[in-house]
């Protein structure tokens, strides 16, 4: 069964830094295209950022400029840096598996999700 597990999160300061990771397991990851999702409290899912097998990125324009996707295809591990942290920020953070290496293509597996809080 395809296991998707997030860490990382944590309380952090508005302008502070996090890395958040997520461990694959039970699926090809490398030939998969990765995205994290978010949730703010009380809202609904927000796409963050995706990377594709050979490491083309993208990302909301909310998070330009202060996050970055990266892979790691030998660790099967997905990360999240995140910079200049906003309490909007604050949210339920997911990584999660597209069908296929397009991210265009639906996302069929989702973690259980790591909790970010930014606030003073």
């Known amino acids: 069964e395809v296991q998707l597990v997030e860490s990382g999160g944590g309380l952090v300061q508005p302008g502070g830094s996090l890395r958040l990771s997520c461990a694959a397991s039970e699926f090809t990851f490398s030939i998969h295209a990765m995205s994290w999702v978010r949730q703010a409290p009380g809202k609904g899912l927000e796409w963050v950022s995706g990377?594709?097998?050979?490491?083309?990125?993208t990302y909301v324009d909310s998070v330009k400029g202060r996050a970055t996707i990266s892979r790691d295809n030998a660790k099967n591990t997905l990360y999240l840096q995140m910079n200049v942290l906003k309490p909007e920020d604050t949210a339920v953070y997911f990584c999660?598996?597209?069908?296929?290496?397009?991210?265009?293509?639906?996302?069929?597996?989702w973690g259980k999700g790591t909790l970010v809080i930014v606030s003073s």
């Open positions: 990377i594709t097998s050979s490491g083309s990125t």
């Open positions: 999660a598996k597209h069908l296929t290496n397009s991210l265009a293509a639906g996302m069929d597996f």
